[in-house]
């Protein structure tokens, strides 16, 4: 399945993400809430260290094993609601401090999956700083490894 997922900027604090997965909403969210499953795409595909209490209060932590260094992420689950929504905080261990929340929604029309991700930030400078770090790359590579795990699944 060629690549669509598409990014926009929604307001000075947001960065918007959605990406559709030919695969039952159910399985997509299995494979964020599960970490026998986040481990095998959440990294771009790289070796993942995962650490999950799926649960509202409940935290995660995770570090990614890549070619170019070790990058550590944690955060703590606010909402959820399976298998439409996850609301969680996501913080860069590199960078302290500037937590952001994102909003996971997920709907599913004729087998398929919309992922809508809605992340807000404190600042527009914490907003533009994220952009500017390659996260979309980032994002596009682990939707791209996620689709590929959601096809071994299906």
């Known amino acids: 399945m060629s690549d669509n ?7 000075d604090l947001e960065i918007k993400m959605v990406r559709v997965f030919d695969a039952p909403r159910e399985l997509v969210f ?5 970490v026998e499953h986040v481990k095998h795409w959440w990294g771009r595909g790289n070796p993942l260290d995962c650490e999950m209490d799926f649960r509202p209060g409940g935290t995660y932590r995770f570090v990614e094993h890549a070619p170019d260094g070790d990058y550590a992420f944690r955060g703590e689950y606010r909402e959820i609601r399976a298998p439409e929504l996850i609301v969680q905080t996501f913080e860069f261990e590199g960078m302290p401090g500037h937590v952001c929340v994102e909003t996971l929604e997920l709907t599913e029309e004729g087998g398929k999956t919309t992922v809508t991700s809605v992340t807000r930030f404190d600042t527009k400078e914490d907003r533009d700083g994220m952009v500017s770090s390659g996260m979309e790359v980032g994002a596009r590579e682990s939707y791209e490894a996620l689709a590929a795990y959601l096809a071994k699944l299906s």
């Open 5 to 11: 997922l598409t990014v926009t900027l929604p307001s």
């Open 30 to 34: 299995e494979a964020h809430a599960k």
